[in-house]
């Protein structure tokens, strides 16, 4: 059991030190009510169709929102939007408090300002580990000239002026 800790732990730092985008995905759940939380586990899949993925954690409290909902919005975020990224990281708080945020054509919770947004159908649930990967038909989506929000060993940053 020592070992698998000890193969976790070097996991766990090993994906930390991998530079990754940071995103907000949001949804409605039963109730009409948004619900939303800060990814990094987020990519392309297919151009035709065009589909993306992301993956929760079933011990996250939103969970069985995501797991029941037609769909989601993923946000990729904008460099300006480092407080966004952590309100939705934070348990127990009113995520959407202070962030400009409407309701879709789609019915979908929309962040403004993001660098980008992809309102989603969800297509596939797959059943991963301690995660499900849903995979999202794009059905929508806009993009904002902005510089990227980044996210590496557990900081959120802009890009390097030297890039």
Same mark, same amino acid.
């Given at each position: 059991?020592? /070992?698998?800790?000890?193969? @976790?732990?070097?996991?766990k730092?090993?994906m @930390? ?19 939303? *939380? ?11 169709? !065009?589909?993306? !993925?992301?993956?929760? #954690? ?21 460099? #300006?939007q ?5 309100? &939705?990281? =934070?348990?127990?708080?009113? /995520? ?5 945020w409407?309701t879709?054509?789609?019915? !979908? ?8 947004? *992809?309102?989603? /159908?969800?297509?596939? /649930?797959?059943?991963? @580990? ?5 995979? @999202? ?12 929000? !980044? &996210?590496?060993? =557990? ?9």
């Open positions: 059991m020592k /070992r698998t800790m000890e193969k @976790g732990d070097v996991f730092q090993i @930390g030190h991998y530079p990754t985008g940071v995103t907000i995905i949001t949804t409605i759940d039963e109730n009409g009510e948004p619900a939303g *939380l800060t990814v990094n586990s987020f990519t392309s899949v297919s151009i035709d169709p !065009l589909l993306v !993925l992301w993956c929760i #954690d079933k011990k996250t409290s939103s969970f069985e929102t995501f797991l029941k909902a037609d769909g989601f919005t993923v946000h990729t975020l904008a460099s #300006d480092v407080e966004a990224c952590w309100a &939705f990281a =934070r348990k127990g708080s009113d /995520r959407f408090k202070g962030v400009n409407y879709s054509e789609n019915k !979908l919770p929309i962040i403004k300002d993001s660098l980008g947004t *992809l309102e989603c /159908r969800t297509v596939q /649930r797959i059943d991963a @580990g301690d995660h499900i990967i849903l995979v @999202g038909e794009v059905l929508d989506l806009f993009k904002n000239d902005k510089e990227p929000l !980044l &996210f590496y060993n =557990r900081k959120a940053g802009t890009i390097p002026k030297d890039w």
